[in-house]
């Protein structure tokens, strides 16, 4: 059986909070986090703040080393060999930091001076991205005055240019414009398809749900789900989905009904002119008893919809009883 | 049992420098052995056989010998620090002053024959040696004497009185006296080498050595690139290389005239205080200077994109340092050729070792200061915390030393009663010791060193050797620390 492009097998990472050198206090980060991305996929990194989407990206990247666990790309621990390993990353920090006296061109010389990079390989590859992401217009300004948006997309060229097998990028969006994000997307897609393996974890579930063909969330430093989003949507209807009604009246009895079954909670329950809007989450099955229920009770029910399962839901769901979201 | 699972685990986890730790170890033996051939082939502690010596003074009759019976006619050889006191007219006085006069400590009554002899004090005791020294040896140079207990007899007028004096008196010709130095540099040319293999088979296990040194070098370039033309260089660059240059010229002519403030120096003198200066301004430089890196770069996330390359951390450090050192040390090193060179025009020539360690020491003391900075600006929490960090540092080592040397002696116990307690060999030996606390201070010990034709010298308690070592292992250390604690970041 082939490798997995990069592997995370419980992976374990504490903070220690020093003082004076001296450890007074650790909070957990990453608990035994195991997941696999596959070469060619774009997985979408999703979870709550601090659920340790960050702390694994950097151990991910060597920026932080994990405690336990391994990480391997290949099939081979990447402590066993940093200097390959590291070689194969690219990746964008969600706090792009680069030299403001720096020109773009400066930028990318310094950083593609840690690969085996020749200078006009250097000037080569990093005026086509340059151009690729639209700063070919401002090679003369210096980093200071560059937008965000255009420091992110420089902060990717210096990412893209030792041509890695796999792309990571922690929140790639945030700050940029819609055009922006329009404009990154597609060049991802384009990048994608040419077989750069892509990781990214990203707040916005639209644009996850619209780019990734994998998802994994993690919360509170483990993995809870990961796999093809669509196979997460059906994992997730199996256990519970949305159904809006419109019905004639909607009293405390047809509530206290409902709430009786435990598998029923009631999401929404708002006038809608002439009638109510009730939104219900249960299992798939118990639907003829809800409906025979209200009508035994003499509700007129005018309308029965299921909602289909957004990413968002699932997040939701996955990440219930977690506020910080 | 855990203890060894420990010991094994932190073993195996230095996989990489484990030939160095294997050389240092061999190194340790080497010196204990060292330390022993000294013990075992000669006395070490002169002082403790003269201390057995006893000056019996009766009416007509005066007794100069040792407890020890057996000592007599026997030849010891004795090791220790030398002190030179010819015999002439300036040192005793003219024959007619001095012709007839015993003197306890030496032992002897001088007379004509005295003029072409001297005595020398090796670690406290006399030893008389039939010949003159001048040019052969020197002050504070460390020597063995194979020296011979010889009685004496002489006659002297005491209170109108006619004396016989009988004085067993330790002698020597000026053949039986050796530098200590050929035997030492036996020894530490063997650790050296030993050393420099450790490190060679160490340095193998790095892996992509290459490709890191080629990393550093990219960093050294680009620091030194960004560090030179900021404006607190310039600025800082302009004031210590007026002063650096202004310094040497005044040193130069105070060899020659006097100063209220520094009075006259001699040719050593001058380029010893000449590098304490290099050492005042130069650390401000070093400090001012890296007090940005590290903490800034981590505010303005500047560093993770650098994590994030296939570079060791160790790299980028070291990288760093150097890169800094050349911001610093290259308006350095041309202040203090100028410097230099007025200097001599103004005054003398000091000796070529001590103009080559002035330089090259000075390239070390600004890296060990860069180092030595760095690992405030990893540890420190906040911007503030980094230049309070640094600028203590500076005050503590550049110009309150004394005092905090003067204030360790008080609590433990050194006494500084008295108006001249600077000159007293207690006090000078505890402050040279402390010394090696200070990269200032080591600065101007090995810049002194090389005064020397030998490293085989006392400098006022501290061994030449030990200066010696100690300005290699202070940048070293620094170095290893600052990595040692950019590392731990990496933990988290």
Known sequence: MANSLLELEEVQKDYRIRNFGRVIRTSKALNKLSFKVEKGQIFGFL???????????????????????????????????????????????????????????????FYGGFYSL????????????????????????????????????????????????????????????????????????????????IIFSSHILSEVQELCTDVGIINNGKMIRQGPISKIRETVEKTAIKLSLRVNIFGKKDEKILNENKDISILENKELGKHKKIILKLKEDLIPWVTNKLVENGTKIFSIEPHNTTLEDVFLTETEGDDDV | MMFKDKAIKQWKSNYTWQPLLIAISIILLIAISHKVHWEITTETDPLS?????????????????????????????????LE????????????????GTFDKIDGLVYSEDSYSKCMINLNGMRILVNGSLEGKFYESEVVTVEATLIERSFNYERNNANIDLKS????????????????????????????????????????????????????????????????????LGLIFF???????????????????????????????????????????????????????????????????????????????????TMVVGIPVFIAQIIGLYFMVTEGNMPPIGSMFAFLF????????MVTFQLCLAISARSGSSVVIYGLSAWLLFALVWTLAVIT?????????????????????????????????????????????????????????????????????????????????????
């Open chain 2, 361 to 368: 020491f000075g390239q070390i003391m600004i890296f060990t």
């Open chain 2, 49 to 81: 056989v003269w201390n057995d010596r006893k000056v019996t003074e009766l009416d007509n009759k005066t007794t100069i010998n040792y407890s020890n019976e057996n000592l007599l006619n026997k030849t010891i050889t004795f090791k220790g620090v």
């Open chain 2, 408 to 492: 360790i002696a008080t609590v433990i116990g050194v006494d500084i009663n008295g108006e001249n307690f600077e000159n007293d060999p207690d006090y000078q030996k505890f402050a040279s010791r402390m010394g090696l606390l200070n990269p200032g201070v080591i600065y101007q010990m090995v810049v002194g060193l090389f005064t020397n034709r030998t490293i085989s010298v006392d400098l006022e308690g501290v061994p030449g050797w030990l200066a010696l070592l100690s300005v290699i292992l202070w940048p070293i250390m620094c170095l290893r620390m600052a990595t040692w604690l950019f590392k731990r970041e990496m933990r988290g």
């Open chain 2, 168 to 235: 067993q008196i330790w002698e020597a010709e000026i053949d039986d006296i050796a530098l200590a130095d050929e035997k030492d540099y036996y020894f530490f040319g063997v650790e050296t080498i030993i050393f420099a293999l450790g490190l060679y088979f160490s340095l193998k296990r790095v892996s992509n050595l290459n490709e890191q040194i080629k990393f550093a070098k990219h960093i050294a370039l680009f620091e030194f690139k960004r560090g030179f033309k900021t404006p607190r260089m310039i600025v």
């Open chain 2, 242 to 324: 007026v002063f650096i240059v202004g310094m040497g010229m005044l040193l130069g002519q105070l060899q020659n005239s006097s100063n209220s403030i520094l009075g006259t120096m001699t040719t050593k003198g001058s380029i010893i205080q000449l590098s304490y200066f290099t050492f005042m301004i130069g650390s401000m430089v070093a400090i001012g200077i890296s007090v940005d890196t590290f903490h800034k770069e981590r505010q303005e996330n500047t560093m993770d994109l650098l994590l994030a390359r296939p570079i060791n951390r160790e790299t980028i450090v070291l990288g760093k340092a150097l890169g800094l």
């Open chain 1, 47 to 109: 979870g709550p703040n601090g659920a340790g989407k960050t702390t694994a990206i950097k151990c991910i990247t060597g920026i932080l080393k994990c405690d336990s666990g391994t990480i391997s790309i290949d099939g081979e621990n990447i402590e066993n060999n940093v200097f390959e390993n590291k070689n194969k990353i690219g990746f964008l920090p969600e706090q792009v930091g680069l030299y403001g006296s720096l020109t773009a061109q400066q930028t990318l010389e």
């Open chain 1, 118 to 197: 020749s200078e006009s390989i250097i000037e080569e590859r990093g005026g086509k991205l340059l151009d690729l992401l639209g700063l070919s217009n401002s090679l003369v300004k210096t980093v200071r005055e560059y937008s965000l948006g255009m420091r992110k997309r420089l902060a990717l060229a210096t990412a893209l240019l030792h041509e890695p097998e796999i792309l990571i990028l922690d929140e790639p969006t945030s700050g940029l414009d819609p055009r922006g994000v329009k404009a990154l997307r597609t060049l991802l897609l384009d990048l994608n398809e040419k077989g750069l393996t």
């Open chain 2, 84 to 99: 030179i006191f010819p015999y002439t007219n300036t040192s005793i006085g003219t024959l007619e002053e001095s012709n």
